[in-house]
């Protein structure tokens, strides 16, 4: 089944799942065939050389993919819902980590900066990212400082015309071929939430990168970034000063969507791929049936959580339990479904990857600790 609810060559015939449309559908069917040819060909490659060339980024810029959230007036469509049709299309790729570097840049880096920027910094890093000429990360990650925002340690202290950074952020998708990243900074001596700012911070003098390896994600460029005595102008502050901790916070609800969005298209992916194996060999027996039945339920809880969280985000309400409900229980059901089509047709390189690349789902965004713990709030625990 598709996003949607219907088949892959059926995408347009049934009544589109709202908050889509018969218009977003039709767009299903184009970024489809854009992946099929320009993304899915090259994934083993890409796997393989463990990265993807920057000029795929420059592809989807090109294609119009890049800007669907963004406003018009800084070159988008103004098209939310386009994004994450473009978000599930994305993830159907067959490899995790070239549907992450390419989301962290559209998804994840580029709208702090659409929604807190300046117009000059929405001309420098916005535009130019939505075309796919800039590339941005996002670095809020540290060495001691994963799912715990306040505890950052990477500092920015002031001087004239700006700051100067020292720190470094680790786990930073895009972090080898970033030309600006988001940066989450300690910018007072007060400890907690308070005192965190955000800084436009473009690769040169003092920012260095090393590549990380991972258990899955091999497409994705994934860093260690150290910056050392890194000058960043006055201008290059994001938002207002000593209050990232919200812009972090603001930020994470569109991240951890697009997280369950991509999760759900993962996991629907490789029941589709095992279920035309097992038809394919004649068919299986009670145990196997059973199995995928499960699968597949998990799949439809997931998109039915998915777009009600998807819902009450863009309608501008409380959609905190929503969404961390969403991305809690997504990213834990997609590695099952993964598993479970392993499990059910044997060896096969495309389930395997997903298996892995799946793995990361329950710790990224925010783990599921964090997830269970922010649930509990919403509960008044």
């Known amino acids: 089944m598709s996003a949607g609810g219907a088949t892959a060559t059926t995408a347009t015939r049934r009544r589109p799942l709202p908050p889509l449309t018969e218009a977003h559908e039709e767009l299903r069917l184009r970024i489809r065939a854009w992946v099929a040819a320009e993304l899915t060909p090259h994934v083993e490659a890409w796997e ?42 994305l993830a159907r790729c067959g490899s995790g980590g070239l549907a992450a570097g390419i989301g962290a840049h559209a ?4 709208p702090p900066i659409a929604r807190f920027g300046t117009p000059e910094q929405r001309e420098r890093y916005l535009r130019p990212g939505i075309r796919g000429e800039l590339i941005a990360a996002l670095g809020i990650t540290e060495p001691d400082a994963g799912s715990d925002v306040a505890s950052i340690r990477t500092h920015a202290r002031r001087v004239e015309g700006g700051w100067v950074l020292n720190g470094a952020k680790l786990y930073i998708t ?33 920012v260095t990168s090393a590549p990380l390896r991972k258990l899955g994600w091999h497409a994705s460029d994934t860093a260690l970034i150290t910056f050392d005595d890194v000058a960043v102008p006055e201008g290059n502050l994001l938002g207002p000063e000593h209050e990232g901790f919200r812009l972090i916070m603001e930020n994470f609800a569109w991240e951890r969507v697009m997280m369950a969005i991509g999760a759900v298209a993962a ?3 490789a029941l589709e791929r095992t279920c035309a194996v097992v038809a394919g060999a004649g068919g ?87 997830m269970r713990e922010l649930l509990g709030r919403t509960l008044g625990l």
């Open 174 to 206: 895009n972090g080898m071929r970033a030309d600006v990243i988001v940066t989450a900074v300690r910018s007072t001596a007060a400890g907690g939430h308070h005192g965190i700012s955000f800084l436009l911070v473009e690769r040169g003098a003092g």
């Open 48 to 89: 393989q050389a463990g990265s993807f060339p920057d000029d795929v980024i420059r592809r989807c810029g090109a294609a119009g993919w890049l800007g669907l959230k963004f406003p018009v007036e800084d070159g988008g469509a103004d098209d939310p819902v386009g994004a994450v049709v473009f978000a599930e299309e």
């Open 267 to 269: 996991a629907e992916l």
């Open 284 to 370: 299986a027996g009670q145990e196997t049936r059973h199995a995928l039945a499960e699968a597949g339920l998990l799949v439809e809880q997931g998109r039915a959580l998915t777009y009600h969280a998807l819902r009450l985000h863009l309608a501008g309400g409380d959609a905190v339990a929503a969404v961390t409900a969403a991305k809690l229980a997504t990213q834990r059901a997609a590695f099952e479904v993964a598993d479970a089509c392993l499990a059910a047709i044997g060896p096969d390189p495309a389930l395997e990857r997903a298996v892995r690349d799946l793995r990361l789902g329950p710790i990224g965004g925010g783990t599921d600790e964090i």
């Open 107 to 110: 998804g994840i880096a580029l």
